[in-house]
């Protein structure tokens, strides 16, 4: 593990709310990623959009917010982080990254220093030990392939930002039925030259759980046990959010 490099997730969306699903692209992106052999992941920020977003049948970002944070707790690895959710208004995806990236090599520096200056002189001799310090973490965005299509939607994304994102940090996508991640990849050119920083993920068990479906058959009064954790279905009905009326 001392020669790997440090990499930490980051999913951005709506999370309206968040399902199971959600946190299996963590799990099946970590998998993926471990089997390189290059890679440690070291944690995942799941990162709300704001209220700003004007979503149709989007509820206020404290709620989200709260349904993540119950959500993960039984992950050792996964967080929600409200800075996006808290700007007053719509922040584009790249913007977050550049943020948590910010974040992530502030917090590196720090232990950097922190183990320069405590370092035995054994410890200090050994390569290995350095390397696992020294070398800096990366940071890519983790998404589902429907997300990689809509890089093709007309004015839907800005070229250079998705350059940028692809470049600078990497997608890690999961598989979805009726995708097909690597023609989306082909039909766009800036895209293929930069296929060694896309890693395309199979999803083992066809898993089609949406925020869209759960909200729908809240409303019709049906049961999403096993779809959603037990404790966001139990702020759903605390908060009385996504019901016909609410909606």
């Known amino acids: 593990m001392k020669h790997l490099t440090p990499l930490v997730l980051l999913a951005c969306g709506s999370f309206n709310p968040i399902t199971n699903m959600h946190m299996r692209l963590f799990e099946l992106a970590r998998d993926h990623l471990h089997q390189t052999g290059k890679y440690h992941v070291t944690e995942g920020i799941i990162s709300p959009v704001s209220d700003n977003y004007w979503k149709q ?4 970002a404290k709620h989200r917010v ?8 039984t992950s050792e690895w996964i ?8 700007q007053t208004q719509w ?5 977050v990254l550049r943020h948590h990236y910010k974040e992530l090599l502030k917090t590196h520096n720090i232990r950097k220093l922190y183990r320069e200056n ?11 030990i350095r390397s696992s310090v020294t070398v800096d973490p990366e940071l890519k965005l983790l998404c589902g392939a429907d997300v990689l299509k809509t890089f093709q939607t007309p004015n839907l994304w800005k070229t250079e930002h998705i350059i940028e994102i692809v470049e600078r940090f990497g997608l890690v996508c999961v598989s979805r039925a009726g995708h097909d991640p690597s023609q989306y990849i082909t039909n766009l050119e800036f895209l293929n030259n930069c ?6 993920v ?5 898993n089609e759980i949406s925020a869209t479906s759960i909200r729908c058959a809240l409303r019709k009064g049906q049961s999403v046990k096993y779809l959603v954790p037990d404790s966001v279905i139990s702020y759903i009905k605390e ?3 996504y019901m016909e009326k609410t909606e």
Do not use: C, F, Y
């Open 79 to 86: 967080r929600v982080d409200p800075w996006e959710s808290e």
């Open 91 to 95: 922040t584009e995806t790249l913007i």
């Open 57 to 60: 049948g989007l509820v206020a």
């Open 66 to 73: 709260a349904m993540v944070r119950l959500a993960v707790e």
């Open 118 to 128: 405590t370092w035995s002189k054994e410890e200090a001799a050994d390569p290995s």
């Open 202 to 206: 199979k999803e083992w068990v066809l």
């Open 239 to 241: 908060h009385n959010i």
């Open 195 to 200: 296929q060694h920083n896309i890693h395309l």
